[in-house]
């Protein structure tokens, strides 16, 4: 077992779905009547769970109830067409073959995280995998970061958090772990993860393993 531990951020660092997540929000929305949203009034709110990101946009503890349900039963049909990006798999195996322990800390609610990510057979990898209704605070507090290390058995300070946005990097700087700027998916804004100074930087999921090997 390695003294270092790599935590993932999901979205956009995993999964190829942050397309896909904007197009459930819209769904649900106009399911219970509501006007849709642009893509970057939706974004903005990404690494918090669907359900605490309708009740900012509603207002409505009801409404955005109804909303949370509409977007995980359309997650769950979008499923099968949500992929891993080129190279996770082989990442991921690679970090397994080295012994290096991982774990997932995402801005998902639990419910749909498990619809995710259940196809793609991704569980096994994890020592422990942390939604965003586990935690009180949502990213950019390292909460979950943390949880997910001592989960890992070990001090913060050894393990990467790997995502695709400045919150997830703010996350990891709170935490006292190392920041992991996850450029592969071309919706990420490559000037503002440079501006939060990251510990790494790769383009290339695979990249990542030099830090170990």
Same mark, same amino acid.
């Given at each position: 077992m390695?003294? =270092?531990?790599v ?5 956009? &660092? ?6 896909h ?5 819209n769904?649900a929305? %106009? @399911?219970?009547?509501?006007?849709r949203r642009?893509?970057?009034?939706i974004? @903005?709110?990404?690494g918090?769970?669907a359900?605490?990101?309708f009740? !900012? #946009? #509603?207002?409505?503890? &009801? ?7 509409? =977007?995980?039963?359309h997650q ?7 992929q891993l990006f080129?190279?996770?798999q ?6 397994? %073959? ?5 774990a ?9 995280l498990e619809?995710?990510l ?5 569980g096994?990898y ?6 965003d ?6 990213k950019?507090?390292?909460?979950g970061?943390l #949880?997910a290390?001592?989960?890992l @058995?070990?001090?913060?300070s050894n393990? =990467?958090y ?5 919150m997830?990097? !703010?996350a ?6 190392k920041?992991?700027?996850?450029l ?8 503002d993860?440079?501006?939060e100074?990251?510990?790494?930087q ?6 990542l #393993?030099s830090?170990?090997?």
């Open positions: 390695h003294n =270092y531990g935590i993932f951020d999901c979205d956009g &660092t995993l999964l190829n779905s942050l397309g997540a904007t197009t459930s929000f769904w929305l %106009e @399911k219970i009547g509501e006007a642009t893509p970057d009034e974004k @903005k709110f990404f918090r769970g359900n605490r990101i009740l !900012q #946009l #509603l207002g409505d503890e &009801t409404k955005a109830q109804r909303a949370f349900d509409s =977007y995980c039963h769950s049909e979008l499923a099968l067409d949500i080129p190279g996770i082989e990442l991921l195996q690679g970090l397994n %073959e080295l012994d290096v322990p991982m997932i800390v995402t801005g998902r609610h639990e419910r749909d619809a995710i259940s196809r793609h057979n991704l096994k994890f020592v422990t995998m942390i939604a209704n586990h935690l009180p605070k949502s950019p507090a390292p909460d970061i #949880l290390a001592s989960r @058995k070990l001090d913060a393990t =990467y790997v995502g695709d946005s400045t997830d990097l !703010q990891a700087k709170a935490a006292g772990a920041s992991v700027a996850a592969w998916d071309p919706l990420v804004d490559i000037e993860m440079n501006r100074n990251p510990t790494h790769f383009s290339r999921p695979i990249e #393993l830090i170990f090997e």
